[in-house]
């Protein structure tokens, strides 16, 4: 019964839908099918699903009901019904809303300098009439052919009924060559036709339009000339993806588009994305004899990546249909928010870009107005000083797969088992008793080498007398890693506490590896579970090399530089080298201000790596995305103050855009007199400073500068003082020591209660279950990715930190995987 009435359904409105294009179409006609009715609209230049779902008041998912076609994406020309309204008013359409063109002209590009901008305007079309037209085309290089749609007149402009010629020129290409026809056979695709046939993907599109999505039956065009090859194995891959969900059989499956970046490696994406190399050379053939940097390689993904998250209030978000070439700067300009703040939902989408075809969620914004624009609006200037998305309303519940040996609990030998913990710290233990030795006793029950009693709780450990007037302090820097030492007791505490038996062997390294040596090579030092430290790498590297061949965890807590992480799988660095940071503030540059004004200010010592590096990224990604230097997009500004001064300031900062500022220098004088001249300007523009962490150590620069530039860098540590968690720590530490803790007394509670807690939770190990562990730090958010095929794994979770005009300091957002929608 279903079938048939299906079939009546398909008959019905064939007989409509061919009754509608044989006669002229009227704007907004209204038909009955099988009693239900339906206003038929024509899709027209700049039309989405959404604009069509809000025009008609009506949902993108009834729209595709009715319409599954536009699930494989939305055509200028195509006929949608649309379930009439009597409530919608429907509209008359201006003339700016084209329907087809009567034909096309044909434009090579000559120049690298001719953007999709430069030839939209030459020609009198848009950029998004361009795309539309040449669906092919996923960068303009010199020599590509593209189809300029042409309107004869004024008439045929508003004329939606007027149709190409488009389909005459399909069967007759302007090629001199003498072209075949091939019927589509099941199972063939571009892929496959492209390497019978010893022709390009691209240009069967352009020869064929239509072709994008094959199906069996219909019927390309073909040069003559190529001689049709044998089938390689790869044509007889299945276009879709296996039962398991484990391997991706298809290059006509679901991918996404990635553009290989200067630093990338190929064993680097197949981490990243979950892919291995075969997989990506057989989408990818260009891989098979390099890594170009500035290609655009196909990812595949599988069927269960694609999943989203649901909403717990459905109407707090749109659920958006990705359209054939978007990305994720047209979304971000559609809806007018950020791509952090669209990934923030979307959690599938941290480490990749769209998939056609899949649903996202789109937050509304509390008004309850979404504006679409056709051009990019700058986007900080839409956001007030508070977040925006921050209430219950729009939490979202994310589905979550635990493997089955990453479920705390599940090892057995935890509650028996007692973990031996090396600790490896500069105490500098002889040198302060010689420098206080004159003052009342300090006691610490500690020689240079000693072990904590599991009989002994860490209340006990540290028995700290009220210092006399005559207390000198401490040598050398040793007071931070005492502090760093009395967090690791606390979390050590805080564990015994929760049924965990440790035993702490503390060392005492001072500065020097000699200092060391008799006890790694001791007897039993081999039984070790995990060592944190030592803190200087001269210091490291000896033990590391132990650690390494024994399989033993070791924790660089401090370091950000190491020869050991490249080679040794068993070490972790806690924190982030300076060449991540930078690369994730030319991210934030990139994904938060697309269409800013970029002003890079060098000075008489400018041409720092990282400051140069961070440069040299933010072009690079602009270049390729299509928005560098568009009016629509990113202006670039560099600006030499060391020779031009204050005076030319003003000629580099846009009244219209968002105006970024970078200096590209970490002396301290220097960035001091740029910030004051550039305060001056505030008045006038709208300036957001990206800078660095280390900017807040320099103490001759006024925080005020800080605030008024509204200041943003990536930090890999930020302490929530308003999270119930931290308060309890905080209260804690004072309560033992009668002081506040310091940022190494936090770091060693959080290196220390991570790394036990994974000990607990999954025992030695615990590598591969660290994405799944759920611990609140006191200032950070680890998240750590193997940095090499045979080394060790650094630490990725870092946060964009934001300094506001009412004076406050702010984490706007984590950045690293597994991100999940935060308050």
């Known amino acids: ?60 998912q009834i729209l595709a009901k009715y319409n599954p076609q536009i699930l494989e994406g939305l055509k200028i020309g195509d006929i949608l019904k649309v379930p009439y309204r009597e409530d919608v008013e429907l509209p008359n359409f201006p003339d700016t809303k084209k329907g087809d063109p009567s034909r096309f002209e044909y434009y090579t590009i000559s120049s690298r300098r001719e953007t999709p901008y430069f030839i ?80 390009s993907e691209s240009e069967i599109l352009f020869l064929n339009p239509g072709a994008r999505n094959l199906k069996a039956g219909s019927v390309v065009y073909l040069p003559k000339k190529q001689e049709p090859v044998f089938k390689s194995p790869a044509d007889k891959i299945s276009n879709t993806i296996d039962e398991t969900n484990t391997k991706i059989l298809a290059p006509a499956g679901n991918y996404f588009d990635h553009l ?16 291995t190399e075969e997989e990506l050379k057989q989408l990818n053939p260009v891989l098979e004899s390099g890594f170009p940097t500035g290609t655009t390689i196909k990812i595949p993904v599988k069927a269960s990546e694609l999943s989203s998250a649901e909403p717990v209030n459905e109407d707090a978000f749109i659920r958006h249909v990705v359209q054939p070439r978007e990305t994720l700067f047209r979304l971000s300009s559609q809806y007018h928010l950020t791509i952090p703040e669209i990934r923030k939902f979307n959690p599938q989408l941290e480490n990749r870009n769209l998939v056609q075809g899949e649903t996202i969620l789109i937050p509304r914004r509390p008004e309850g107005e979404i504006v679409q624009t056709a051009e990019i609006t700058p986007v900080d200037s839409l956001k007030p000083e508070t977040p925006l998305f921050e209430s219950d309303f729009y939490d979202i519940d994310v589905p979550v797969v635990i493997p089955e040996n990453c479920r705390p609990g599940q090892n057995p030998m935890v509650s ?39 009989s002994l709780s860490a209340d006990t450990l540290i028995e700290q007398d009220k210092p006399v007037e005559t207390f000198h302090g401490f040598y050398r820097e040793s007071e931070n890693f005492l502090q760093f030492y009395e967090g690791v007791l606390l979390a050590i505490d805080s564990l015994k506490k929760a049924g965990m038996n440790i035993r702490l062997n503390v060392f005492d390294t001072q500065q020097s590896p000699d200092s060391i040596r008799k006890y790694i090579y ?18 490291q590297n000896e033990v590391a090399d132990i650690a390494a061949k024994n399989r033993i965890p070791i924790i660089s807590p401090l370091s950000s530089q190491s020869r050991d992480i490249s080679s040794n799988p068993y070490y972790y660095q806690v924190n982030p080298t300076r060449e991540y940071l930078a690369a994730k503030t030319a991210e934030l540059v990139t994904e938060e201000y697309f269409n800013s004004n970029f002003v890079v200010v060098k000075t008489s010592n400018s041409g720092g790596l990282h400051e140069e590096k961070v440069v040299d990224m933010v072009r690079e990604r602009m270049q390729n995305s299509g928005l560098w230097e568009q009016p629509q997009g990113m202006q670039f500004h560099v600006y030499d103050f060391a020779n031009q001064g204050r005076s ?55 925080d005020e500068f800080f605030h008024n530039l509204k200041l943003q860098y990536i930090a890999p540590y930020w302490v929530d003082y308003s999270h119930p968690a931290t308060i309890r720590f905080l209260e804690k530490f004072k309560k033992h020591y009668y002081t506040e803790p310091n940022n190494f007394g936090m770091q060693g509670y959080d290196v220390a209660f991570y790394f036990l807690s994974a000990l607990k939770n999954y025992g030695k190990g615990f590598e591969d279950c660290l994405p799944y562990q759920q611990v609140h730090l006191s200032q950070g958010n680890y998240s750590f990715e193997k940095v090499s095929p045979f080394g060790g794994y650094m630490n990725h979770g870092v946060s964009v930190i934001s300094y506001g005009r009412n004076f406050d300091v702010v984490r706007k957002r984590v950045v690293g995987p597994f991100r999940i929608a935060q308050k």
């Open 120 to 199: 939209a305007k030459e020609f009198g079309v848009t950029i998004e009439e361009i795309y539309a037209y040449n669906p092919e085309i996923t960068r303009f290089r010199k020599g590509t052919k593209l189809r300029i749609p042409v309107w004869e007149s004024a008439e045929a402009v508003s004329t939606p009924e007027t149709k190409p010629m488009v389909q005459e020129k399909q069967k007759q290409p302007e090629q001199k060559q003498e072209m075949i026809m091939h019927e589509v056979r099941s199972g063939e695709t571009l892929y496959s036709l492209s390497k019978k046939y010893k022709i």
């Open 522 to 539: 001791a007897d039993g030092f081999l039984e070790t579970d995990l060592i944190i430290g030592p803190v200087y790498p001269k210091v």
């Open 260 to 275: 290989i970046v200067s630093g990338e490696t190929l064993w680097a994406l197949t981490q990243k994305y979950g892919v």
């Open 416 to 454: 028996v088992t007692t973990y031996d913990v090396a600790l490896f710290l500069p105490l500098y233990i002889y040198a302060n008793d010689t420098l206080n030795k004159k003052t009342e006793p300090y006691e610490i029950p500690f020689d240079s080498l000693w072990a904590v009693d599991d």
């Open 648 to 702: 030319g300031l003003k000629g580099v900062f846009s009244p219209d855009k968002e105006n970024v500022v970078f200096v590209s220098s970490m002396n301290e004088g220097d960035l001091s007199l740029v910030l004051s001249n550039i305060n001056n300007l505030v008045g006038e523009y709208s300036i957001t400073l990206i800078g660095f962490n280390r900017y807040e150590q320099f103490e001759s620069i006024s």
């Open 1 to 60: 019964m279903k079938i048939s009435r299906y079939f009546l359904f398909a008959l019905l409105f064939a007989g409509i839908f061919c009754e509608a294009v044989a006669q002229p179409l009227k704007e907004n006609e209204i038909v009955v099918i099988q009693g239900e009715k339906f206003v038929l609209h024509q899709v027209r230049t700049g039309e989405t699903v959404f604009s069509i779902s809000q025009q008609y008041k009506t949902d993108t």
